[in-house]
């Protein structure tokens, strides 16, 4: 039978393992929700498995070198923060299925398994690996979408349209170290409705050959290169 794991009024809940799979509830409305399975698969099953901050504006952090999220994720007003255990490994983002070595992949339908008004977060300032957008995203999540690393780049290779919220894309995590946001031709960033936001230390698109593509943006474009 599916399990509860924390209390609605708690604290705070952390679950930690090599590998952690989900099938019940893990819950807190008093405190941040950290899931965190190291090196192994996150994995949050379909129909049972939920993960919840009760509501609340607390944070919820989904650690882990690979995840399958098919069951729900709410954040309430909360931040959710999902991200490599193994830092200097690659992030895929419309990749469906987990075949790439040293890669968190994460398809379209997995992140609209989250649900919150806070801002959900891809990546971590200190990311050294890639990121890549390799399909069509169309978040659903009402809060806002941030993708950030450090040195790797990000790669916007497919349409990323966000409905509701500032959409930020930052390519060197705060630090001013190298790293640049490219686009292959096929990619284009779309805030329908929200602001968008582009840091880099390394180049914004290429002028001549794969400028970055700007689809709809509702509120204030800003770039900065350093």
Not at 137 to 156: E, M, S
Not at 169 to 193: E, F, P, Q, Y
Request: glycine residues 20%; without cysteine; charged residues 5%.
């Amino acid at each position: 039978a599916a399990r509860t794991i924390g209390l609605a009024g708690g604290t705070g809940t952390s679950v930690t393992g090599a590998g952690v799979t989900n099938s019940g509830t893990i819950i807190a409305g008093g405190g941040p929700v950290t899931v965190n399975a190291g090196t192994g698969t996150l994995t949050n099953t379909a129909v049972t498995g939920l993960i919840s901050n009760n509501g609340s504006g607390n944070t919820i952090n989904l650690t882990g070198d690979k995840m399958a999220l098919a069951g729900t994720i709410t954040g309430g007003s909360g931040a959710v923060n999902i991200g490599n255990s193994t830092l200097s490994d690659a992030i895929i983002l419309g990749a469906v299925g987990d075949t790439t070595a040293a890669t968190l992949e994460l398809s379209n339908a997995e992140l609209n398994t989250i649900s919150t008004t806070g801002v959900l977060t891809v990546g971590a300032a200190a990311q050294t690996g890639a990121t890549t957008i390799s399909a069509a995203l169309t978040p659903t999540t009402t809060g806002g979408l941030t993708i950030i690393n450090q040195t790797g780049g990000i790669a916007v290779n497919q349409v990323v349209t966000l409905g509701t919220g500032d959409l930020t894309l930052n390519a060197d995590g705060g630090t001013g170290l190298a790293g640049a946001i490219t686009d292959n031709g096929s990619g284009k960033l779309v805030a329908t409705s929200g602001n968008l936001t582009l840091t880099a230390n390394g180049g914004i698109g290429a002028l001549a050959a794969n400028p970055l593509h700007i689809g709809t943006v509702g509120g204030t474009l800003s770039a900065t290169n350093s």
